[in-house]
């Protein structure tokens, strides 16, 4: 009987680590200072101030260059101080570019096609997401193969659609052509994949929720992070298009970029009027940022943490 029993203990003590191990490692997960944050050193503040100041210098340099007169910008070095012309010479660019038609005609523009491609991108994205039809990965390579296809090669053919349809030389010929895009399709796809959970959609069907239903009430509310970022970048990239309103549009109805090169248009360029102009085109866009920037980098990290 002392045998049997010498021959089951170690049997018995075989059998504790395993249950122990993860006692253990949930013990030395509590040791002190296992959450703690972590704090950036110094060279983090350096190497970020650095590159604050790095992205800031343009904008201060076109202040300064708005600020002086075209002798004083053209001397070597350039100014590093600002002058005393700044608002005479935004008042001359404002004049000269027409820059008040030419904001309202940018604002009509990228608010519309960030609008529309924002809801268009989200409502294709959740199809080629979640959906499932014939043909699926057939369209979705087509719409990712259009972002290989360089704009100038279509130019010829959209101008004279724009002709045939009567919108030539109107603000429609810049909207349409680019109320929706591959890239913000492609982009919200790839966050409703991860992001949206097959069980809501299957608890909307089992509750009668078409598929509209469903993307009104479920997936808007999930896509806000990535709407948000999409709205940002499409505005951005709308407002500052050149080359299109260029071709569609004409000086009296211009957009910003296109009513920038009446400042450029003499024998002899004013560059301390043409900075100050670029600076009037660069403010809404500022504005924007510093309004809405906590909600799109909230959105930012919102999304990252989701996916």
Same mark, same amino acid.
């Given at each position: 009987?002392?045998? %049997? ?7 018995? !003590? %075989? ?8 006692? !253990?490692?949930? @013990? !030395? ?7 703690? $944050? &972590? &704090? ?19 904008? =201060? ?9 075209? +002798?004083?910008?053209?001397? /070597? ?11 005479? #010479? ?7 570019? @027409? ?12 608010? /519309?096609?960030?609008?529309? +491609?924002?809801?268009?991108? +989200? ?23 259009? *972002? *290989? ?41 790839? =966050? ?14 089992? %509750?009668?929720? &078409? ?25 951005? &990239?709308?407002? #500052? ?8 549009? %004409?000086? /009296? ?7 920038? /090169?009446?400042?450029?248009?003499? =024998?002899?360029?004013? $560059? ?15 504005? *924007? ?11 930012? *990290? ?6």
């Amino acid at each position: 009987m002392t045998t %049997d029993i010498a021959q089951v203990r170690p049997q018995a !003590r %075989d059998l504790n680590p395993p249950a122990a191990a993860p006692a !253990r490692r949930f @013990s !030395r997960a509590l040791r002190p200072g296992a959450g703690r $944050q &972590h &704090h950036a050193g110094p060279l983090a503040y350096i190497l970020l101030g650095i590159a604050a100041l790095a992205s800031l210098f343009p904008l =201060y340099w076109t202040m300064v260059a708005a600020s002086t007169d075209n +002798t004083r910008v053209s001397q /070597t070095p350039p100014p590093f101080v600002p002058g005393p012309n700044l608002f005479e #010479n935004l008042g001359r660019a404002w004049r000269e570019a @027409s820059m008040g038609q030419a904001m309202l005609n940018s604002m009509i523009v990228a608010g /519309t096609i960030a609008l529309a +491609t924002v809801f268009f991108a +989200t409502l294709a994205g959740f199809a080629f997401a979640k959906l499932r039809f014939r043909g699926r990965n057939l369209l979705l390579m087509l719409v990712i193969g259009t *972002m *290989m296809v360089p704009p100038q090669l279509g130019v010829v053919p959209l101008f004279m659609m724009m002709a045939d349809l009567g919108w030539g030389q109107s603000l429609p010929s810049v909207i349409f052509p680019t109320l929706v895009s591959a890239v913000g399709v492609f982009f919200m796809r790839q =966050y409703l994949k991860e992001a949206l959970p097959d069980e809501l959609i299957e608890a909307g069907r089992l %509750d009668g929720a &078409h598929s509209l239903r469903i993307f009104w009430s479920i997936v808007l509310p999930i896509a806000r992070p990535p709407m948000a970022v999409l709205f940002m970048i499409t505005f951005v &990239h709308a407002w #500052n298009d050149f080359f299109w309103p260029f071709i569609a549009l %004409d000086m /009296t109805n211009p957009t910003v970029p296109v009513a920038l /090169t009446q400042l450029s248009a003499g =024998y002899v360029r004013d $560059q301390s009027v043409i900075m100050a102009g670029a600076l009037l085109g660069t403010l809404p866009l500022l504005a *924007m940022f510093i309004v809405f920037g906590r909600q799109i980098v909230g959105g930012i *990290m919102q999304g990252a943490v989701k996916g």
